[in-house]
């Protein structure tokens, strides 16, 4: 696991070195501009061929510190620098004014760079034909929405089709939750010292680009101590979790899993979710739907052993049809109840019956099965061993919540969510988010906008299913169903392109995708 750190765990380490070690602050601050020069470099940003044009925004704290120091190292390696300044050098920190006076001084000796304080909107054109444009205003310094002459200079910088940096933080961003209205859009974020929580939250996901993490010259163990409570998920952590095929498995011992998916309407949930089921390696899965579904699920999914309820006119779930589905309940190793089961009034009865009569058992709550628990409902109910998936909107109605208020702290309202419930959160989204009972939570690093479609969560219903059966312990079976189900679709865009892949495919790459982990060092 990476772990991910709060604005305040960064500067704490920074006050650290600074007070108690004795690191010159300046020297952390021509540290971190070596650093992002290196980055930027390696990283292709400027041109090993030919003069690169580069416009650089400096705020009055050390951010701009940081880019003044960086515009001179870019400066000195021959490429065209504009510095566009948006304070005097009297209001600048005492490290961003020593690296004012020192790129001023350049300028007298070095050409190819240009210096101006800004005054109004018509100075960003200053920087139109630049070919890189680097945002070092405001960093992790901002707190609040940005308004007057910050506001419009992101709101027009960010219209320009030059490739864009940010320096530790796109100005705009929340450092700690990932919220921001106004948002410099990077192509590259260069996070300094530790890797901020907020780029890979909500909107930083979106507006921070590739990520990197730059150097101040302390190493990593002086934030290794940092208890935090916050990581990105790795690849080696989920070929460490997957459960090894031992010669001795038979069908049963290789898990056993019981899917509550489809109604009248939506057998194509059921299938799916059946698919995901198999294709992730769990030995036994079991599909309870309508007696009316009967034929287009034995058309698809023929492997599958079928538990049907009703008779032909049954469209879905209700609460008498719970007795002949009872065995089937108890003998799972996992259950996953949701996907397509429709929203009656009857079903949701279900959904409630079979929490209350089984507070033990490993239930994925997914899709539909997530409003029987809507506006504090889940109170009511023991939900140790059972998981939700909602995406954003779900997550609100589940909590009673306005959708705006949850954006702007995702951290906060899911670690509150599972504090009360006891049970696992995987909030799904462009960067899906695990969240566990200990208080910690995990962002996913893989998936893509080809997820964006009907029963592409169907499919990871079923992956939820089968690896809680296999592998036992939920948190981590959430974790790597997760996170192989948005390889996955990694994998499916490099072949297809992210319009070109269906749910379909997407649990038939899921064996490739296995194998290649397994494969892996």
Same mark, same amino acid.
Request: hydrophobic share 40%.
């Given at each position: 696991?990476?772990?991910?750190?709060?604005?305040?765990?960064?500067?704490?380490?920074?006050?650290?070195?600074?007070?108690?070690?004795?690191?010159?602050?300046?020297?952390?601050?021509?540290?971190?501009?070596?650093?992002?020069?290196?980055?930027?470099?390696?990283?292709?940003?400027?041109?090993?061929?030919?003069?690169?044009?580069?416009?650089?925004?400096?705020?009055?704290?050390?951010?701009?510190?940081?880019?003044?120091?960086?515009?001179?190292?870019?400066?000195?390696?021959?490429?065209?620098?504009?510095? +566009? #300044?948006?304070?005097?050098? *009297?209001?600048?920190?005492?490290?961003?004014?020593?690296?004012?006076?020192?790129?001023?001084?350049?300028?007298?000796?070095?050409?190819?760079?240009?210096?101006?304080?800004?005054?109004?909107?018509?100075?960003?054109?200053?920087?139109?034909?630049?070919?890189?444009? @680097?945002?070092?205003?405001?960093?992790?310094?901002?707190?609040?929405?940005?308004?007057?002459?910050?506001?419009?200079?992101?709101?027009?910088?960010?219209?320009?089709?030059?490739?864009?940096?940010? @320096?530790?933080? /796109?100005?705009?961003?929340?450092?700690?939750?990932?919220?921001?209205?106004?948002?410099?859009?990077?192509?590259?974020?260069?996070?300094?010292?530790?890797? *901020?929580?907020?780029?890979?939250?909500?909107?930083?996901? @979106?507006?921070?680009?590739?990520?990197? *993490?730059?150097?101040?010259?302390?190493?990593?163990?002086?934030?290794?101590?940092?208890?935090?409570?916050?990581?990105?998920?790795?690849?080696?952590?989920?070929?460490?979790?997957?459960?090894?095929?031992?010669?001795?498995?038979?069908?049963?011992?290789?898990?056993?899993?019981?899917?509550?998916?489809?109604?009248?309407?939506?057998?194509?949930?059921?299938?799916?979710?059946?698919?995901?089921?198999? *294709?992730?390696?769990?030995?036994?899965?079991?599909?309870?739907?309508?007696?009316?579904?009967?034929?287009?699920?034995?058309?698809?999914?023929?492997?599958?052993?079928?538990?049907?309820?009703?008779?032909?006119?049954?469209?879905?779930?209700?609460?008498?049809?719970?007795?002949?589905?009872?065995?089937?309940?108890?003998?799972?190793?996992?259950?996953?109840?949701?996907?397509?089961?429709?929203?009656?009034?009857?079903?949701?009865?279900?959904?409630?019956?079979?929490?209350?009569?089984?507070?033990?058992?490993?239930?994925?709550?997914?899709?539909?099965?997530?409003?029987?628990?809507?506006?504090?409902?889940?109170?009511?109910?023991?939900?140790?061993?059972?998981?939700?998936?909602? #995406?954003?909107?779900?997550?609100?109605? +589940?909590?009673?919540?306005?959708?705006?208020?949850?954006?702007?702290?995702?951290?906060?309202?899911?670690?509150?969510?599972?504090?009360?419930?006891?049970?696992?959160?995987?909030?799904?989204?462009?960067?899906?988010?695990?969240?566990?009972?200990?208080?910690?939570?995990?962002?996913?690093?893989?998936?893509?906008?080809?997820?964006?479609?009907?029963?592409?969560?169907?499919?990871?219903?079923?992956? +939820?299913?089968?690896?809680?059966?296999?592998?036992?312990?939920?948190?981590?079976?959430?974790?790597?169903?997760?996170?192989? #189900?948005?390889?996955?679709?990694?994998?499916?865009?490099?072949?297809?392109?992210?319009?070109?892949?269906?749910?379909?495919?997407?649990?038939?790459?899921? /064996?490739?995708?296995?194998?290649?982990?397994?494969?892996?060092?």
């Amino acid at each position: 696991m990476i772990p991910l750190f709060s604005n305040k765990e960064v500067r704490d380490v920074d006050s650290f070195a600074i007070e108690q070690l004795g690191f010159p602050s300046l020297l952390l601050m021509e540290n971190a501009a070596s650093s992002l020069f290196t980055i930027i470099s390696e990283k292709g940003f400027l041109d090993k061929t030919r003069t690169s044009s580069v416009g650089i925004l400096c705020g009055k704290g050390n951010n701009g510190g940081d880019g003044f120091a960086l515009a001179r190292k870019i400066a000195l390696a021959g490429h065209k620098v504009t510095v +566009l #300044h948006l304070s005097d050098k *009297k209001n600048l920190s005492p490290d961003a004014s020593i690296n004012y006076d020192l790129l001023l001084k350049s300028s007298s000796d070095y050409k190819n760079i240009k210096m101006k304080k800004y005054k109004n909107v018509r100075d960003i054109n200053l920087l139109r034909s630049c070919h890189l444009i @680097v945002d070092a205003i405001l960093g992790s310094g901002t707190q609040g929405e940005l308004r007057g002459d910050i506001k419009d200079i992101i709101e027009t910088v960010n219209k320009f089709h030059a490739k864009k940096i940010a @320096v530790d933080v /796109p100005t705009g961003l929340n450092a700690d939750t990932g919220y921001g209205e106004t948002i410099f859009k990077a192509d590259l974020t260069i996070s300094l010292g530790g890797l *901020k929580q907020g780029l890979f939250l909500g909107e930083g996901y @979106v507006a921070s680009g590739l990520i990197e *993490k730059g150097n101040i010259g302390l190493g990593d163990r002086y934030l290794s101590g940092k208890l935090t409570k916050n990581f990105l998920v790795e690849q080696s952590d989920i070929k460490s979790f997957l459960p090894l095929k031992s010669r001795k498995l038979n069908k049963y011992s290789a898990g056993k899993v019981f899917l509550l998916t489809g109604s009248k309407g939506f057998g194509g949930a059921a299938v799916l979710s059946a698919n995901g089921a198999f *294709k992730s390696g769990v030995g036994a899965v079991v599909l309870a739907i309508p007696a009316s579904l009967q034929k287009i699920i034995l058309e698809k999914r023929p492997e599958t052993v079928l538990n049907f309820y009703g008779d032909r006119t049954t469209e879905f779930l209700s609460p008498e049809h719970y007795p002949s589905l009872r065995e089937k309940i108890n003998w799972a190793d996992s259950i996953a109840i949701g996907s397509g089961i429709g929203k009656d009034e009857a079903t949701r009865e279900f959904v409630h019956l079979l929490l209350k009569n089984h507070p033990n058992k490993k239930i994925v709550i997914d899709a539909d099965a997530i409003q029987a628990f809507s506006k504090n409902i889940y109170n009511k109910f023991q939900l140790k061993n059972s998981v939700f998936t909602p #995406h954003l909107g779900e997550f609100c109605s +589940l909590i009673g919540e306005e959708k705006t208020t949850v954006e702007k702290d995702l951290l906060y309202f899911g670690k509150e969510f599972v504090k009360v419930t006891k049970a696992v959160l995987g909030l799904k989204g462009p960067r899906t988010i695990i969240f566990t009972p200990d208080g910690k939570s995990f962002i996913n690093p893989t998936g893509n906008e080809g997820l964006a479609k009907f029963g592409s969560g169907d499919v990871l219903t079923g992956m +939820l299913a089968s690896f809680i059966a296999q592998i036992h312990d939920v948190k981590l079976a959430v974790l790597s169903a997760v996170y192989l #189900h948005g390889l996955a679709a990694d994998q499916l865009k490099g072949k297809k392109s992210a319009y070109g892949f269906t749910p379909r495919d997407l649990a038939d790459q899921i /064996p490739f995708t296995l194998k290649e982990i397994n494969d892996s060092l």
